[in-house]
């Protein structure tokens, strides 16, 4: 496919280096970076502005949704679970559709496991009549960050077990595939989110677990301070805590209560709503954005009051109010054109909601991509993944805006060690290439 064009912000020097790099060139490239240095950004104009062929896909239905593409099960029509040597039924339509493709932009490929990845280089393979041909010919470009999201192992310890015989680790970086095939890894340094030089130094030695004692000592007392009572989010590790704290906060609120549901359309999972199926809304609650606004008066992640509800819902945000309609989220999937030898994206559901959540408090995995002015990080008794503080951490714009429920711990950073073996292995052989020391064109 090559997409329509879409509205998306210009790119710094260093983003649209690696877009001509990705545009202009056959290899397969991993594009990585810390939080806030625009992976995101970069992905919507590389889909919006290539001449090639491509199909973008993402490991989970959500994750999908937010970047305009399919499921990786679904485009290749993968089976759930290990796939190991099974064999792939793969219909006429869909080895059609495959082979007219030059790239897969892959996002959030470090929730993609080891077997999941060779599984879309047979089916690639296979689909395309090339079978010596890593990934059947087409380019790989994958987005992420392993520092942040880490795959989710199988719970069946037959397929523990299956792992821990065939591969390295269970991440994508150790698929048989990649033993044989190149990879570019670019790296995104420049850092949006954040401008305090000291703080970035923190962040980054949160993400690849290098903390100093003063470092611990500059986060903690920065957020042993006591948050403001609004347009403050607090980030927290389970959707229990999460959802106790926004309907407690929402009964507090004396009003009249709204209840707007969705409208939906074609096929559409509920594990996989944008958003709320039933969103209930008070005068006075505090909500979170979840789309970006084409008229630039709030992004994805702004957070607001509601100040009136007549019909529709009007939310204040910086002391302005702005009526606030439903919007739709469209779900796609491709097809093969052949009198055009394109692939096109069509709407097969559509899910119509407002583009708000109740805002007192949000899951940290919910949190990925938003930026906040003040966060609550609540990390409970101790964080129990890779990447969770560091995730909850960076989100926030400066360490002025950053409160902690409980001081940070030395056991609440946590890398995985594979992820640091990947990185270092990467750094060591200069196949890492930070984006600012390309030449620019």
Not at 16 to 22: D, G, K, S, V, Y
Not at 350 to 357: G, H, T
Request: aromatic share 8%.
């Amino acid at each position: 496919m090559s997409a329509s064009k879409l509205k998306t912000p210009p790119l710094s020097p260093e983003q649209q280096t690696i877009f001509e790099r990705a545009d202009n060139s056959r290899e397969h490239i991993f594009i990585t970076g810390r939080a806030g240095t625009g992976k995101s950004t970069l992905l919507s104009y590389l889909a919006s502005h290539t001449s090639k062929n491509l199909a973008i896909c993402a490991p989970t239905g959500v994750a999908a949704l937010n970047v305009g593409g399919q499921t990786i099960h679904s485009l290749l029509q993968l089976t759930t679970g290990v796939i190991a040597d099974h064999r792939l039924n793969q219909s006429p339509e869909r080895r059609k559709l495959l082979r007219a493709l030059d790239t897969l932009i892959i996002d959030e490929i470090s929730m993609v496991s080891a077997d999941l990845m060779d599984a879309i280089d047979r089916c690639l393979r296979e689909a395309r009549g090339r079978r010596h041909d890593p990934f059947g010919g087409v380019q790989i470009i994958m987005f992420g960050d392993p520092y942040q999201l880490p795959p989710v192992p199988p719970r069946d310890p037959e397929e523990r077990a299956y792992f821990k015989d065939t591969y390295r680790s269970l991440w994508f970086f150790d698929a048989k595939v990649w033993q044989t095939t190149p990879v570019t890894v670019l790296e995104l340094n420049r850092i949006h989110r954040q401008k305090d030089a000291r703080f970035k130094e923190i962040l980054n030695a949160v993400r690849i677990g290098h903390v100093t004692a003063d470092m611990a000592n500059d986060l903690n007392t920065a957020g042993r301070r006591q948050p403001p009572k609004t347009h403050t989010i607090t980030l927290a590790t389970t959707n229990r805590t999460v959802n106790e704290i926004n309907q407690r906060k929402l009964a507090e609120i004396d009003g009249k209560l709204l209840k707007a549901e969705a409208e939906i359309t074609g096929e559409f999972k509920q594990n996989v709503f944008p958003a709320d199926e039933v969103l209930e809304l008070k005068v006075g609650a505090q909500v979170m954005f979840l789309r970006n606004d084409p008229d630039g008066r709030w992004v994805n992640g702004t957070i607001g009051t509601v100040s009136r509800i007549d019909g529709t819902v009007w939310v204040e945000v910086d002391k302005k109010e702005f009526e606030v309609e439903p919007t739709v989220w469209e779900r796609y999937q491709y097809s093969y054109d052949p009198e055009s030898k394109k692939l096109e994206r069509e709407v097969v559901a559509e899910f119509e909601q407002f583009p708000l959540r109740l805002a007192w408090a949000v899951t940290i995995h919910k949190s990925q991509g938003h930026t906040y002015d003040s966060a609550v990080v609540d990390l409970g008794p101790r964080a129990f993944t890779a990447g969770q503080a560091y995730v909850a951490l960076s989100r926030v714009r400066s360490l002025n805006g950053l409160y902690l429920r409980r001081e940070l711990r030395p056991g609440d950073v946590i890398v995985d060690p594979h992820v640091a073996r990947f990185m270092h292995e990467r750094l060591t052989t200069q196949n890492i290439v930070p984006a600012d020391q390309l030449p620019l064109s």
